[in-house]
Nanobody, 127 residues
Framework: QGMLVESGGGLVQAGGSLRLSCAASARAFNNNAMGWFRQAPGKEREFVAAISGVGRSTYVVDSVKGRFTISRDNAKNTVFLQMNSLEPEDTGVYYC????????????????????WGQGTQVTVSS
């Protein structure tokens, strides 16, 4: 449907950095909380990070705390995930999500049938 389009994935060595971008339609982006999930091979999809509709509140899970940062540019309808000090365990498909609520907490519990989901971008971290 093209509501959310991710970019910026790729292959990187452990310790390297990537910046994921998610371009959103106005309908998906406007005042909505946004976030990122990821799915590693053979594992369930997991929540990674979220940001409130205005952008004042952010949250990242403990496994990426201090390494990943989520931000948004409301003028460009874009959300970012800056990933530093990448580890092989960070490998997976990263999905951008949006939910019709300004609260970042509503992102954490999203299921695939709720809100907006992008098609995903592959991140591969080699050891």
């Amino acid at each position: 449907q093209g509501m959310l389009v991710e970019s910026g994935g790729g292959l990187v060595q452990a310790g390297g950095s990537l910046r994921l971008s998610c371009a959103a339609s106005a309908r998906a982006f406007n005042n909505n909380a946004m976030g990122w999930f990821r799915q590693a091979p053979g594992k369930e999809r997991e929540f990674v990070a979220a940001i409130s509709g205005v952008g004042r509140s952010t949250y990242v899970v403990d496994s990426v705390k201090g390494r990943f940062t989520i931000s948004r540019d409301n003028a460009k309808n874009t959300v970012f995930l800056q990933m530093n000090s990448l580890e092989p365990e960070d490998t997976g498909v990263y999905y951008c999500v949006a939910r019709q609520s300004p609260l970042w907490e509503r992102i954490r519990t999203m299921s695939p049938s709720v809100g907006y989901w992008g098609q995903g971008t592959q991140v591969t971290v080699s050891s």
